[in-house]
C-alpha cells in the first residue's frame, strides 16, 4: 500500500516544477539572485566597481576599462585565469572583507557572464581569495591580461 501512494504523490510533487514553465537551472538561478549574500554582493558592487566597469559590466574598453558581460568567466577557462580574477587590483583593493568579497567574485561570474563559466567551476572559497588578495596584480596586472587572453584564443582557435 505505501508504495502505491507514493507512485500516486511522486507525479504529483514533480507537475508544480514541470508546469511551472522554468527549467530547473532557471529556479537555481532565481534563487540564487534573490539570496542575501547575493544582494549584498550587488551592492558592493554598486558602491566598489560599476564607477569603472559601470553598473550593467559593460565598462569602457576605449578607456582601458574591460568589459565583463559576456566576457569575465572566459578567463576561468585557461590555466591562471581563475587566480587572475582575484588578484586584479580592483578586486584586491576594495575595502570589503574577505568573505565579502568572495561572494563578491562569485555574484559577479553569475551576474555577468554566466553562459562562459566552466562546467566544473567551483565557487571561489574565502581562504583563496584571501590567499590572493595578498599577493595582488599592481602595473603586471595588463600584461597577465594580455597573456591570459593569448592563451585563450589559442586554445579556441584549436577547437
Ligand atoms: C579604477 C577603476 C577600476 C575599479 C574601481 C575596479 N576595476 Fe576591475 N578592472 C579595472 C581594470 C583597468 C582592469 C584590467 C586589469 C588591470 O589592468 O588592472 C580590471 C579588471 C577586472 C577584472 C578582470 C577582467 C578582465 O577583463 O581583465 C575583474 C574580474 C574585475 N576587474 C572586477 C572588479 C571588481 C569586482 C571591482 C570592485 C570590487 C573592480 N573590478 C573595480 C579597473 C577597475
Redesign the pocket.
Known amino acids: 500500500m505505501k508504495q502505491a501512494g507514493l507512485i500516486i504523490i511522486l507525479p504529483l510533487l514533480a507537475f508544480p516544477l514541470l508546469g511551472s514553465g522554468l527549467c530547473a537551472q532557471d529556479a537555481v538561478t532565481e534563487d540564487y539572485f534573490q539570496r542575501k549574500t547575493a544582494k549584498k554582493a550587488q551592492q ?2 554598486t558602491l ?2 560599476q ?3 559601470k553598473a550593467d559590466g559593460m ?1 569602457r574598453p576605449d578607456k ?5 558581460t559576456g ?2 568567466s572566459k ?1 576561468l577557462q585557461v590555466e591562471g585565469g581563475r587566480e ?2 582575484s588578484r ?4 584586491t583593493n ?1 575595502s ?1 572583507s574577505d568573505s565579502d ?1 568572495t561572494d ?2 562569485n555574484w ?1 561570474l553569475r551576474r555577468f557572464d554566466p553562459d562562459n563559466i566552466p562546467q566544473n567551476h567551483m565557487p571561489y572559497s574565502v581562504d583563496e581569495v584571501a590567499q590572493w588578495r595578498k599577493q595582488p ?1 599592481a602595473i603586471d ?2 600584461l597577465y ?1 594580455k597573456n591570459l587572453l593569448a592563451k585563450l584564443a589559442a586554445k579556441n582557435s584549436k577547437n
Open positions: 558592493d558592487w566598489n566597481c564607477g569603472c566597469h565598462g582601458g576599462l574591460p568589459t565583463l566576457e569575465v578567463f587572475y580574477l586584479v587590483p580592483g578586486v576594495a570589503i568579497l563578491l567574485l559577479l596584480l596586472a595588463a591580461r
